[in-house]
């Protein structure tokens, strides 16, 4: 059985930093599978935030780039999520992705507030 398991969130102040995990088990960070995080806030569609290869090659949402650090660890199966410098705009929660060939998977989700 897959299953993604995110931890790392919880409550912030504005400026401040949090880092996301995600660890997989059932399934292997392979060299063809693209792990990320996405987020939703209340009221909106789910979005794409960063994305990784298993070369290395990113993606950030313009919103992030900057701030936010996608990195993976293949031998852990684990994707990371570093972000500085939170706005409460980032207050959503947080879901890992991982996509490869036989499927899509996501996690529960993990809870992100920015707030003073």
């Known amino acids: 059985q897959v299953q993604l398991v995110e931890s790392g969130g919880g409550l912030v102040q504005p400026g401040g930093s949090l880092r996301l995990s995600c660890a997989a088990s059932g399934i292997f960070f392979s060299r063809y599978t693209i792990v990320g995080w996405y987020r939703q806030a209340p009221g909106k569609q789910r979005e794409k935030v960063a994305t990784?290869?298993?070369?290395?090659?990113?993606y950030y949402a313009d919103s992030v780039k900057g701030r936010f650090t996608i990195s993976r660890d293949n031998a852990k199966n684990t994707v990371y999520l570093q972000m500085n410098s939170l706005k409460p705009e980032d207050t959503a929660v947080y879901y890992c992705?991982?996509?490869?060939?036989?499927?899509?998977?996501w996690g529960q989700g993990t809870q992100v507030t920015v707030s003073s």
């Open positions: 990784i290869t298993s070369g290395g090659n990113t």
């Open positions: 992705n991982a996509d490869r060939p036989g499927g899509v998977y």
